[in-house]
């Protein structure tokens, strides 16, 4: 009488094959995990910065217009609006006879840059400006202004601007 072999094949997965699978695919999990973490905190960073930047470009485009058209100026400490100063946080600008044609003042209460009506012109971000005059060039205004980015971190701005002739 011969031996009875079994031709039947195993089907299926042993246990150590299984808890690999289930293994692997939690490392896979977890990886993609952290990968889109990181992509998610990248974009919001970058979008709070494109904010301070567009706050930063809109505050800069309201001053340079206004410098722009203005033959002097004088630089002043507010609520001081007599004596002139350097570096200040208040500037009169003024047209041809030296009549003041419009004024930028850093409000320290309310952390606003205001113009000569008491209208805001800044966001919320802002919390410093201060003026001073080029020392090369005395037709030239460098403004200077602290603002905080959406991650809370100070970035510090700086510019200038002349006068027209």
């Not at 007599?82 to 209460?109: C, H, K, S």
């Given at each position: 009488?011969?031996p009875?072999?079994s ?7 042993t246990?150590i ?7 692997l695919s ?12 990181g992509?998610?905190r ?10 301070g930047?567009?706050e930063?470009?809109?505050?800069s485009?309201i001053?340079?217009?206004?410098m ?5 100026y004088m630089?002043y400490?507010?609520p001081?609006?007599v004596q002139e100063t350097n570096?200040?946080?208040g500037?009169?600008l003024?047209?041809d006879v030296g009549n003041v ?13 205001t113009d000569?009506?008491g209208?805001s012109l800044t ?9 001073s005059?080029?020392p ?5 205004i460098?403004y200077?202004?602290r ?7 100070i970035?510090?701005?700086?510019s200038?601007?002349a006068?027209?002739?």
């Amino acid at each position: 009488m011969q031996p009875i072999r079994s031709k039947s094949r195993q089907s299926g997965l042993t246990l150590i094959e299984l808890m690999l699978v289930i293994m692997l695919s939690m490392v896979v999990t977890l990886g993609a995990g952290a990968v889109y973490r990181g992509v998610d905190r990248s974009f919001k960073s970058g979008a709070h910065k494109m904010v301070g930047q567009a706050e930063a470009t809109q505050l800069s485009t309201i001053i340079s217009r206004q410098m722009r058209v203005s033959s002097g100026y004088m630089i002043y400490t507010v609520p001081d609006r007599v004596q002139e100063t350097n570096p200040g946080n208040g500037i009169a600008l003024m047209d041809d006879v030296g009549n003041v044609t419009y004024r930028f003042e850093w409000n320290e209460d309310d952390r606003t840059l205001t113009d000569g009506a008491g209208t805001s012109l800044t966001a919320t971000s802002v919390r410093m400006i201060q003026f001073s005059p080029d020392p090369v060039s005395p037709l030239t205004i460098r403004y200077s202004y602290r603002a905080i980015d959406g991650d809370g971190h100070i970035v510090d701005i700086e510019s200038a601007i002349a006068l027209r002739n």
